[in-house]
């Protein structure tokens, strides 16, 4: 079992930038993928992006490419999301979430967190 918690969400203009992280409970976290998905308001959750156990790996929607990056300390068990640039269209709750990560790339997450709401102002 892996509990999450994210912090970093908030409000800001758009072109800013936040930082999101997100903080795992148990001893087996260096052993699952990481994975940023969002929702917006009357929408689908969506993926954003994930990052392999190692690190080395990282993958992103092409809606963000360029403008977030994920990367995780093991030492700390904590994953984050730098994103700048960001745009309204941006605004939604981000949740992280520990999962397996595919031979082609896809993130299939097996835990979540609660969860943290993102807000960007035109």
């Known amino acids: 079992q892996v509990q999450l918690v994210e912090s970093g969400g908030g409000l800001v203009q758009a072109g800013g930038s936040l930082r999101l992280s997100c903080v795992a409970s148990?001893?087996?976290?260096?052993?699952?993928?990481m994975g940023w998905l969002r929702q917006a308001p009357g929408k689908e959750r969506e993926f954003v992006s994930f990052i392999r156990w190692s690190g080395f790996s990282t993958y992103y929607a092409d809606s963000v490419k360029g403008r977030f990056t994920i990367s995780r300390d093991n030492a700390k068990n904590t994953v984050y999301l730098q994103m700048n640039s960001l745009k309204p269209e941006d605004t939604a709750v981000y949740y992280c979430?520990?999962?397996?990560?595919?031979?082609?790339?896809?993130?299939?997450?097996?835990?979540w967190g609660q969860g943290t709401q993102v807000t960007v102002s035109s």
């Open positions: 979430a520990a999962g397996r990560g595919t031979y082609s790339g896809s993130f299939i997450p097996d835990y």
């Open positions: 148990g001893r087996t976290f260096s052993s699952y993928a």
